[in-house]
């Protein structure tokens, strides 16, 4: 990166930056205090709805392919007893049914766009062929149906879908379209894991929206300053229920968390403050289970964790986010005694660190002095806001690359959580160190606070070809132009 063009640009720009960045700190302040309040008013009406889990998504088998429907619609949604709200949703009124598969299964996902505005349906994680991948060029328009066609051919992993509608995501997502995509392979059903889904082994998305007094959904919304810091919501919800609970009966039971915020961090932690151990990241299961008391999932994370029983204690035990009670959980009286956590789970190659083949520097653009003006922030890769006629590079397929990410601090200082379709990676270094056990294993976004740099070992299977982004996915961030695109060849 052009470092000198850089800086002089900064003292061009700098006294309207630091204007901005004095009425941003005071509207950070402002905005914490309200998110405070808001969250005390919610807490005494909830924990009275069972947990709802999304529905397994049936399929019909033709000639071997498993055809699966989803429909993109408009909907209302009940958030709170007495308000209705007005929400998107795949199949019903918010979220979307899960889909599950097992690894070598062919599959022909029919998407019909049943909104009044285009949409795309992006599957998070997997490694698919570019016209399957559901990007910015994979657009259905209203009354339309496109076909996302693959074969599933990674390991078992918690994986999602959502919209990836160019500008339009952030709102999409924010009304509700998103779902579970889980992948099965004969490891992960032969250890001896929790699989009754929605009994022991329950998808858990955690999202946060805006909810006025009454609890109804506000409009999707956003000031320029929540456009710089990504949109964060005043109120927390689980499979969008605010404050449910969950019956355990089980000694050992597994959630798969998923962050599908905008733009919040999570803390995940027990009421007890025992430890729990991960057993699975973005693109599948760890080595061996890691135990933690804290688990932080920054926008469109995944974690797949074991909870044991015996760590559910205490008067209202629940599932801690940010330090508040989210999730009560209940005990049945005789648990089953099922499970054992497994010592051991899966073997993968730790991938050796090589010469760096590219740089990707994240930060605020500086030289647009009528964005400067108008008090919008613009964020880019490498100085470049993301261009849908510019393919930024090409890569070849069965391939690995050495990718080095900074989040370059200057002008607006924000974490960024960095995302690369078609792939999972791996974490080589986080500030030239190795990453703790957690950050190893295969995973597709990696977040980088203010000044952080890390090194992915990138590896792009064989049979892979056309268009695929990588992006910060604080969405705001995303739609703001902090993007970009590759071919794989
Ligand atoms: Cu989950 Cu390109 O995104
Ligand atoms: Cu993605
Ligand atoms: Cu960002």
Same mark, same amino acid.
């Given at each position: ?372 003006? =108008? ?6 890769? $490498? %100085?470049? &806001?993301?261009? /849908?006629?510019?393919?930024? @590079?090409?890569?070849? #397929?069965? =391939? ?6 900074? $989040? %370059?601090? &200057?002008?607006? /200082?924000?974490?960024?959580? @960095?995302?690369?379709? #078609? ?67």
């Amino acid at each position: 990166m052009n470092k000198p063009t850089y800086r002089q640009r900064l003292t061009k720009s700098g006294i309207a930056i630091i204007a901005l960045l004095v009425i941003m700190i005071g509207w950070r302040e402002y905005s914490k205090s309200m998110t405070t309040n808001d969250h005390a008013k919610q807490r005494s009406d909830n924990y009275s709805n069972q947990l709802q889990v999304p529905p397994l998504l049936d399929y019909t088998k033709v000639d071997g392919i498993k055809l699966f429907n989803l429909n993109a619609q408009k909907s209302t949604y009940q958030f709170s007893a007495d308000a209705i709200s007005e929400t998107y949703g795949y199949n019903g009124p918010i979220l979307g049914p899960t889909i599950r598969a097992t690894r070598g299964d062919k599959l022909d996902i029919a998407v019909t766009n049943n909104l009044d505005e285009q949409t795309t349906s992006h599957w998070h994680g997997a490694v698919v062929p570019g016209d399957a991948d559901g990007g910015i060029h994979n657009i259905i328009n209203p009354n339309e149906t496109w076909h996302a066609k693959f074969t599933v051919s990674q390991p078992a992993a918690t994986l999602w879908y959502h919209p990836h509608q160019h500008q339009e995501t952030a709102k999409q997502v924010y009304n509700g379209l998103g779902g579970f995509l889980i992948i099965d392979d004969q490891d992960s059903s032969s250890l001896g894991l929790p699989t009754n889904y929605g009994v022991d082994d329950i998808p858990l998305v955690i999202q946060s929206k805006k909810l006025d007094q009454s609890g109804k959904l506000e409009p999707y919304q956003v000031s320029h300053m929540e456009q710089a810091q990504g949109l964060e919501g005043n109120t927390i919800m689980l499979n969008a229920q605010v404050k449910p609970y969950l019956n355990i009966s089980t000694n050992l039971i597994r959630l798969r968390l998923l962050n599908g915020s905008n733009s919040d961090t999570y803390n995940v932690s027990l009421s007890s403050g025992q430890e729990f151990y991960v057993i699975g990241t973005d693109g599948g299961l760890l080595e061996q289970p890691v135990s933690v008391t804290t688990l932080e999932l920054t926008t469109a994370k995944r974690y797949e964790i074991l909870i044991d029983s015996s760590a559910i204690t205490g008067d209202n035990p629940a599932l801690m986010i940010n330090n508040s009670a989210e999730l009560l959980f209940t005990k049945k009286e005789q648990l089953t005694d099922k499970y054992t956590l497994p010592n051991s789970l899966i073997k993968f190659d730790e991938l050796p660190n090589a010469e760096i083949d590219r740089d990707f520097d994240l930060g605020m653009l500086m030289g647009n002095q009528d964005s400067m003006m =108008s008090g919008r922030m613009n964020f880019g890769i $490498n %100085d470049q &806001s993301f261009d /849908s006629n510019r393919i930024n @590079f090409t890569v070849n #397929a069965d =391939s690995l690359e050495y990718w080095r990410i900074y $989040n %370059d601090p &200057s002008g607006m /200082s924000t974490n960024h959580p @960095f995302h690369i379709h #078609a792939t999972q990676f791996q974490i080589i270094s986080i500030n030239q160190e190795k990453p703790p056990d957690l950050l190893r294993g295969w995973h597709n976004t990696i977040d980088l606070k203010p000044g952080d740099e890390v090194v992915l070992a990138v590896p792009f299977a064989e049979n892979l070809s056309g268009t695929y982004m990588y992006h910060c996915h604080i969405l705001e961030h995303e739609d703001a132009g902090m993007m970009g695109q590759f071919q794989i060849q």
